[in-house]
């Protein structure tokens, strides 16, 4: 029979190892843990059954880089897990970040709508839609004026006008409320000589995170693109923009993972960036 220590232990041990992993929602962050975790038991496993003194200090060396490195890429959520247990909502932890607020086929709508509008009227416009990422404030440049809005059409159209401030940054969705708006992205390094700021903001949002996407117009033609996990696909039709929205919104809420759309070839027309 297991010793009641042992059986804590193990308890313990698989309950940090469950909120861990149920806590990551990208794809990407879930490999570099696992990783971590390898190098982890690689350490504990040669130390263990070994007697390898430079290797074991070879090992121990990396695994502290690693948890270095993992402490500088996570400092948002570190910092959010200290908010939590200083205020007491421990009960957070147990919750899943990615059934708060589902993009549902009224949000599909209400995009396709206001896309296909700003497309028509040559409106630069670049939308942001959180499929489960949880974006954050510090994951943007400029996190930009907080709205916490009803998503409507209208409303999109309103924040890009360009008689408004906020119109040449991102405006940011989560499920069926406008987060944010005038939201700086970080740039891509790819492709910065065929594409022009809005699109390669787009790129550079979806290649660091997998679980949102990105609507991009462009100013000067018109275009209509969409980027995801660090592809765009363009030009597309407003149809073709409402299918790739609700198969990707699908693949969300069923927690797989979200399939890239099949690039398309890219005109060769003048780009569009911003002022």
Known sequence: MLPLRLLLDVL???????????????????WLLRGYLFLVALAWFVKRFFSLPLTSTLIDALVLA????????WQGELRRLMELLGTGR?????????????ATAST???????????SKSRRGALIVVDLGSDLR???FLNPGIT???????????????????LHDGAVVIKGSRIISAGVILPLSR???????????????ITERFDRCICVVISEETGTLSLANQGRLERPITSSRLQDLLTDLIAASVSTAPVKSPSPRSVSSGTQDSLP
């Open 12 to 30: 313990c041990a698989s309950l940090l190892g469950f909120l861990l992993f149920t806590r990551v929602n990208e794809q990407r962050t879930l």
């Open 66 to 73: 690693c948890s270095l490195s993992l402490a500088i890429l």
């Open 90 to 102: 421990l009960a957070v932890l147990l919750g899943n970040p990615q059934s708060k607020m589902r």
């Open 108 to 118: 599909v709508a209400q995009l396709t709508d206001a896309a296909g509008r700003l």
């Open 137 to 139: 404030p510090e994951d």
């Open 147 to 165: 709205i916490d809005a009803q998503l409507s059409s209208e409303l999109l159209l309103n924040l890009f006008a360009s008689d408004t401030p």
């Open 190 to 204: 790819q492709g910065i000589s065929r594409y022009g700021t809005r699109h390669l903001a787009a790129l550079g």
